[in-house]
């Protein structure tokens, strides 16, 4: 079988939400027994896509429940980068998302991350975002303190 790409990853979940509209248990098993065999970067970037360029909750949804289900190593090491990147767009019901980076970083580095990313000027969407992102992940509240735009 040949090896999949990220932009064949991510069009196979966009594929899937939009076949069912929901997120489906076969499919999201059938799906995450296909990525387990592909390049764990491969499949993480592909994830990453969907979460950062699709607003729809379901498609986000199933990018984060196949996050944490195949727990494919992450190739990035920029958490802030990473979550600036999110936060405009992620659905902030999706909490596999910060759990799986929670596992993947370790929780100190990932609440570092938290408070360097409220420290910088934020809009509203990403100043909310970033606030749920640090609920999932048992961040002290009063830890950081957003800066709005």
């Not at 079988?1 to 594929?15: C, F, G, K, L």
């Not at 764990?40 to 944490?68: K, M, N, P």
């Not at 902030?92 to 596992?103: A, F, G, K």
Request: charged share 25%.
């Amino acid at each position: 079988m040949a090896e999949w790409d990220s932009e064949r990853i991510r069009a196979r979940v966009t594929a899937v939400v939009d076949q069912f509209a929901r997120v489906d248990p076969q499919q999201c098993n059938q799906l995450a027994k296909l990525f387990e065999r592909q390049p764990h970067d491969e499949v993480f970037e592909g994830l990453f896509a969907v979460l950062t360029s699709d607003e729809r909750y379901v498609a986000q949804q199933l990018a984060g429940r196949l996050l944490i289900q195949v727990m494919p190593a992450c190739p990035r090491t920029d958490l802030d980068t990473m979550l600036r990147s999110l936060l405009p767009v992620w659905d902030r019901s999706v909490e596999q998302v910060p759990w799986y980076l929670e596992r993947a970083f370790g929780r100190g580095p990932l609440h570092d991350a938290i408070r360097r990313v409220g420290s910088c000027e934020l809009d509203a969407t990403e100043t909310a975002a970033l606030g749920s992102f640090g609920f999932w992940v048992h961040f002290p509240r009063d830890n950081h303190a957003p800066r709005r735009r």
